[in-house]
């Protein structure tokens, strides 16, 4: 069996019976160490003795296994496989070195220390106690785990491991045990390096071959044999995580001061406040804090997720290892998003002692794959020169059928992991629901372009990456009598109050009901509110009334539809999970950059309507309406629901049942919108700067008629307002031209501001997103009767060689570009999956 200081090639059993006269850990190009994994044993001489001399033979040969067994010792843990251990830590002048001590202590295979170097830091009469107790003391501090002496031997005596950047070397050196790794160290070394990184010793260092205990490293059993997870020092996780105990997130209590006591926790439970880092997007904000939660694409930084269990089963019972390494690479992207995020560049920020180093700089090159496949770094618009992905995750080619968000998004993944991807558009623009205009002076967005809720948001990730600054939308909403009176604040308040009372008794009403006692919103709220006013003995007054209307109008806007259509049971059904929290946000220059920002490179073919999808054999054949055909191995659909709902592309086979049923179990929202340019801006000396104002509608039947305008220049150079028709606003305006429609709003804005006059427009246009034939909606919804489980059922692959993203197969953020966009990163995963 070969010692921690053997190396294959000499005679084995000549090295064990030389007592080495050094235990110092070797530098560069030193005697190769293995702790031999082979079962080898001790074999006596079988020659016979001369007569007469064999009981005298035997005796001797007693002696010298007596003093063989006295002058070497093995490892005593149970699977280890060093028989001859050799002590690194060398801290006491009685050290056993290589040779006898009474008891090993293991930290790994092939990193051991002896008896002695431990009674020299453990035994407070020693010389090593007072540096031992002094890190005991800032351990405890900071950390929570036991401050052994095994954890003191491995946080501050093991000596580093680093890697030869040199591509065609690539060898592993344990450094000796003055040298301090850092960073720049890591990032910059090369064999032979002396530590002012300047002088390179001897001709050519990475001829030295590396030591025979790195290849072990990588063998399954090394890690089950590690007595200590590693904790990281100097982690760049560490300025978002000081809050958290340093060693239950990955990092060493030594190097990473916990700035919160267990005291200052435990008195506020409700306590989560996001460190400060400089130069930090505010809206980046991955980890949660202690006592946080509820918030989107957010990670526990002490916790690993159902996703990576089922991906890392191995940390399933120590995940010290993967937190350490995922808390790192997701710091590190968040820091710098503008470029892709390496092996390589996290490699240099692990910084912990021992052969663990080697163990985790192989791990990291899995946890940064996942991670990248996931869409947790390295997304949204980067551009990338090579694939980020091994071979294994790339499908040959994909077809992504529709290039609005979600293909985008979905293409955008999978052509950065290498994947041959072609996308065809029916249209003759890309986008989809996002389409902006500029003809009014400013970018007015025909569909979406604001963004709810921006921490972790993957469109504050993208403006992020473009240098593009959101407008903050303050919260302020003046409400507007028509008569040009201003609505109290105390009345719109109370309203409010009233208006989420009634939404609160619709959440009591569902719990005991199933899917076939669903009812439709309105009536639900009708009914409420009626029984409320018998009850209580109150009466609204006419003007509280049409508070509540406005309020009604706004819960309309929201589902995309009249409340009479929408279920009861589920029409908030993604409130049961985490949302975008944060700053609502107005995108000044519009979604349309970002989206364009997404395509640059992609195979984009518009003008072709897809007209069937075959997925019968092994390859997919789609075909669009001019007779075009292209094969895959996988298809992405990402049309709009109605197009689904009205069978618009043929699929052979056809459609699973489960399918077909969740898709007609959505509902098709439909809002409009009406953008005016005006010669000035009249609005503001009543206003006063507010971002919008409210117009509480005249009668019921006025519902969601012009019911909120958004300024949309709030630096107050042009006059542009923008307004929503919603609910029986969007068929009562249906057949009307574009010009009566304005004239509509303009009698409302009259109205609103009859103290001044109000000019005729300059410029305008009005959406007909309902006429659209390529969309033909604005938003889905679920319907009465329906369920919020039809948007995942919507998400399921077919086959495995037919998926589907949109805005309605997000389950958790339907309805909103963000929700289009993550479909498509999510689905471009599955796809590198498969």
Same mark, same amino acid.
């Given at each position: 069996?070969?010692?921690?200081?053997?190396?294959?090639?000499?005679?084995?059993?000549?090295?064990?019976?030389?007592?080495?006269?050094?235990?110092?850990?070797?530098?560069?190009?030193?005697?190769?160490?293995?702790?031999?994994?082979?079962?080898?044993? %001790?074999?006596?001489?079988?020659?016979?003795?001369?007569?007469?001399?064999?009981?005298?033979?035997?005796?001797?040969?007693?002696?010298?296994?007596?003093?063989?067994?006295?002058?070497?010792?093995?490892?005593?843990?149970?699977?280890?496989?060093?028989?001859?251990?050799?002590?690194?830590?060398?801290?006491?002048?009685r050290c056993a070195k290589n040779g006898y001590?009474?008891?090993?202590?293991?930290?790994?295979?092939?990193?051991?220390?002896?008896?002695?170097?431990?009674?020299?830091?453990?035994?407070?009469?020693?010389?090593?106690?007072?540096?031992?107790?002094?890190?005991?003391?800032?351990?405890?501090?900071?950390?929570?785990?036991?401050?052994?002496?095994?954890?003191?031997?491995?946080?501050?005596?093991?000596?580093?491991?680093?890697?030869?950047?040199?591509?065609?070397?690539?060898? $592993?050196?344990?450094?000796?045990?003055?040298?301090?790794?850092?960073?720049?160290?890591?990032?910059?070394?090369?064999?032979?390096?002396?530590?002012?990184?300047?002088?390179?010793?001897?001709?050519?260092?990475?001829?030295?071959?590396?030591?025979?205990?790195?290849?072990?490293?990588?063998?399954?059993?090394?890690?089950?044999?590690?007595?200590?997870?590693?904790?990281?020092?100097?982690?760049?996780?560490?300025?978002?995580?000081?809050?958290?105990? /340093?060693?239950?997130?990955?990092?060493?209590?030594?190097?990473?001061?916990?700035?919160?006591?267990?005291?200052?926790?435990?008195?506020?439970?409700?306590?989560?406040?996001?460190?400060?880092?400089?130069?930090?997007?505010?809206?980046?904000?991955?980890?949660?804090?202690?006592?946080?939660?509820?918030?989107?694409?957010?990670?526990?930084?002490?916790?690993?997720?159902?996703?990576?269990?089922?991906?890392?089963?191995?940390?399933?019972?120590?995940?010290?290892?993967?937190?350490?390494? %995922?808390?790192?690479?997701?710091?590190?992207?968040?820091?710098?998003?503008?470029?892709?995020?390496?092996?390589?560049?996290?490699?240099?920020?692990?910084?912990?002692?021992?052969?663990?180093?080697?163990?985790?700089?192989?791990?990291?090159?899995?946890?940064?794959?996942?991670?990248?496949?996931?869409?947790?770094?390295?997304?949204?618009?980067?551009?990338?020169?090579?694939?980020?992905?091994?071979?294994?995750?790339?499908?040959?080619?994909?077809?992504?059928?529709g290039a609005g968000a979600a293909g985008l998004?979905?293409?955008?993944?999978?052509?950065?992991?290498?994947?041959?991807?072609?996308?065809?558009?029916?249209?003759?623009?890309?986008?989809?629901?996002?389409?902006?205009?500029?003809?009014?002076?400013?970018?007015?967005?025909?569909?979406?372009?604001?963004?709810?809720?921006?921490?972790?948001? /993957?469109?504050?990730?993208?403006?992020?990456?473009?240098?593009?600054?959101?407008?903050?939308?303050?919260?302020?909403?003046?409400?507007?009598?028509?008569?040009?009176?201003?609505?109290?604040?105390?009345?719109?308040?109370?309203?409010?109050?009233?208006?989420?009372?009634?939404?609160?008794?619709?959440?009591? $009403?569902?719990?005991?009901?199933?899917?076939?006692?669903?009812?439709?919103?309105?009536?639900?709220?009708?009914?409420?509110?009626?029984?409320?006013?018998?009850?209580?003995?109150?009466?609204?007054?006419?003007?509280?009334?049409?508070?509540?209307?406005?309020?009604?109008?706004?819960?309309?806007?929201?589902?995309?539809?009249?409340?009479?259509?929408?279920?009861?049971?589920? $029409?908030?059904?993604?409130?049961?999970?985490?949302?975008?929290?944060?700053?609502?946000?107005?995108?000044?220059?519009?979604?349309?950059?970002?989206?364009?920002?997404?395509?640059?490179?992609?195979?984009?073919?518009?003008?072709?309507?897809?007209?069937?999808?075959?997925?019968?054999?092994?390859?997919?054949?789609?075909?669009?309406?001019?007779?075009?055909?292209?094969?895959?191995?996988?298809?992405?659909?990402?049309?709009?629901?109605?197009?689904?709902?009205?069978?618009?592309?043929?699929?052979?086979?056809?459609?699973?049942?489960?399918?077909?049923?969740?898709?007609?179990?959505?509902?098709?929202?439909?809002?409009?919108?009406?953008?005016?340019?005006?010669?000035?801006?009249?609005?503001?000396?009543?206003?006063?700067?507010?971002?919008?104002?409210?117009?509480?509608?005249?009668?019921?039947?006025?519902?969601?008629?012009?019911?909120?305008?958004?300024?949309?220049?709030?630096?107050?150079?042009?006059?542009?307002?923008?307004?929503?028709?919603?609910?029986?606003?969007?068929?009562?305006?249906?057949?009307?031209?574009?010009?009566?429609?304005?004239?509509?709003?303009?009698?409302?804005? %009259?109205?609103?501001?009859?103290?001044?006059?109000?000019?005729?427009?300059?410029?305008?246009?009005?959406?007909r997103w309902s006429k659209d034939v390529w969309?033909?909606?604005?938003?889905?919804?679920?319907?009465?009767?329906?369920?919020?489980?039809?948007?995942?059922?919507?998400?399921?692959?077919?086959?495995?060689?037919?998926?589907?993203?949109?805005?309605?197969?997000?389950?958790?953020?339907?309805?909103?570009?963000?929700?289009?966009?993550?479909?498509?990163?999510?689905?471009?995963?599955?796809?590198?999956?498969?």
């Amino acid at each position: 069996m070969l010692s921690d200081a053997d190396y294959s090639g000499n005679g084995s059993g000549a090295r064990r019976a030389r007592k080495r006269s050094s235990g110092e850990s070797p530098g560069d190009g030193q005697t190769l160490r293995s702790s031999g994994r082979q079962n080898t044993t %001790r074999v006596k001489r079988s020659n016979n003795p001369p007569p007469g001399q064999s009981k005298r033979k035997a005796t001797e040969t007693e002696e010298e296994d007596e003093q063989a067994e006295k002058k070497y010792r093995k490892c005593e843990k149970a699977g280890c496989s060093a028989i001859y251990p050799v002590c690194f830590a060398s801290a006491s002048d009685r050290c056993a070195k290589n040779g006898y001590t009474s008891r090993w202590y293991h930290l790994s295979c092939g990193e051991h220390f002896c008896n002695e170097c431990f009674d020299h830091s453990y035994r407070s009469h020693k010389d090593g106690y007072e540096t031992f107790a002094s890190w005991r003391k800032v351990w405890t501090s900071n950390g929570k785990s036991e401050p052994s002496l095994k954890a003191f031997m491995a946080d501050q005596q093991l000596p580093f491991w680093v890697q030869c950047t040199k591509p065609d070397c690539r060898k $592993w050196r344990q450094l000796t045990k003055e040298i301090q790794l850092t960073a720049s160290l890591a990032a910059a070394y090369r064999c032979g390096m002396k530590v002012n990184n300047v002088k390179i010793e001897g001709p050519d260092q990475c001829s030295q071959p590396e030591d025979l205990r790195v290849a072990e490293v990588s063998e399954s059993w090394w890690h089950s044999m590690l007595i200590l997870p590693p904790l990281l020092k100097e982690s760049p996780a560490g300025a978002f995580l000081s809050a958290y105990y /340093p060693d239950c997130v990955g990092m060493s209590p030594s190097g990473s001061p916990c700035n919160v006591s267990a005291a200052e926790l435990r008195a506020e439970p409700c306590r989560a406040v996001q460190p400060q880092i400089p130069g930090l997007c505010p809206y980046f904000q991955p980890f949660y804090q202690p006592n946080e939660c509820g918030k989107a694409l957010c990670v526990r930084p002490d916790m690993m997720e159902l996703d990576e269990l089922y991906e890392f089963p191995e940390f399933s019972r120590d995940p010290t290892m993967y937190l350490a390494l %995922r808390n790192l690479i997701l710091a590190s992207w968040h820091k710098n998003c503008k470029e892709v995020l390496t092996a390589e560049k996290c490699a240099q920020h692990i910084i912990v002692r021992g052969l663990v180093r080697v163990c985790c700089v192989q791990e990291l090159d899995r946890v940064l794959h996942f991670m990248t496949r996931k869409g947790l770094i390295n997304t949204g618009v980067l551009a990338v020169k090579q694939p980020l992905l091994p071979e294994r995750y790339r499908s040959k080619k994909v077809i992504v059928i529709g290039a609005g968000a979600a293909g985008l998004a979905a293409a955008r993944q999978l052509q950065n992991f290498g994947t041959q991807v072609v996308l065809l558009e029916a249209r003759d623009r890309i986008g989809g629901r996002v389409w902006d205009d500029g003809s009014l002076g400013v970018t007015v967005g025909r569909g979406a372009q604001i963004v709810n809720g921006c921490v972790n948001n /993957p469109i504050a990730l993208m403006c992020e990456q473009m240098g593009i600054r959101m407008h903050k939308l303050g919260e302020r909403c003046d409400l507007f009598q028509e008569g040009g009176r201003a609505t109290d604040p105390a009345i719109d308040k109370r309203m409010d109050f009233h208006f989420n009372a009634i939404l609160d008794v619709v959440s009591d $009403w569902r719990n005991d009901k199933s899917q076939s006692q669903d009812a439709p919103l309105g009536e639900k709220v009708q009914e409420i509110k009626k029984n409320f006013l018998q009850e209580s003995g109150m009466q609204f007054s006419d003007l509280e009334e049409k508070v509540l209307q406005f309020h009604l109008s706004n819960l309309e806007f929201a589902c995309g539809s009249t409340l009479d259509q929408v279920s009861a049971r589920f $029409w908030d059904h993604n409130e049961f999970f985490a949302q975008f929290s944060g700053d609502h946000t107005l995108l000044t220059k519009g979604y349309s950059v970002l989206l364009h920002k997404l395509a640059e490179g992609l195979d984009i073919r518009t003008n072709c309507p897809v007209q069937a999808i075959d997925y019968s054999a092994d390859a997919v054949k789609v075909t669009s309406s001019n007779g075009s055909q292209w094969t895959a191995q996988k298809v992405l659909v990402t049309v709009p629901l109605t197009l689904l709902q009205k069978n618009a592309i043929r699929f052979n086979p056809p459609l699973p049942e489960r399918k077909l049923k969740a898709i007609h179990s959505l509902g098709a929202g439909i809002i409009e919108k009406i953008a005016l340019q005006f010669p000035n801006r009249f609005w503001d000396s009543k206003i006063q700067g507010a971002d919008y104002f409210g117009h509480i509608p005249p009668c019921p039947e006025k519902r969601g008629m012009f019911s909120v305008f958004y300024d949309l220049d709030p630096q107050g150079k042009q006059a542009v307002l923008m307004s929503i028709m919603s609910g029986d606003a969007v068929s009562a305006v249906g057949d009307l031209e574009d010009s009566e429609v304005v004239d509509e709003c303009l009698k409302v804005l %009259r109205e609103l501001f009859t103290e001044q006059e109000v000019p005729d427009p300059l410029n305008y246009f009005v959406t007909r997103w309902s006429k659209d034939v390529w969309s033909q909606m604005s938003y889905s919804f679920v319907k009465t009767g329906g369920s919020g489980e039809a948007y995942d059922i919507l998400a399921e692959d077919v086959q495995g060689k037919v998926f589907f993203a949109g805005e309605a197969t997000n389950r958790h953020f339907p309805q909103t570009v963000t929700g289009a966009y993550l479909s498509g990163v999510r689905e471009a995963s599955k796809m590198a999956a498969v």
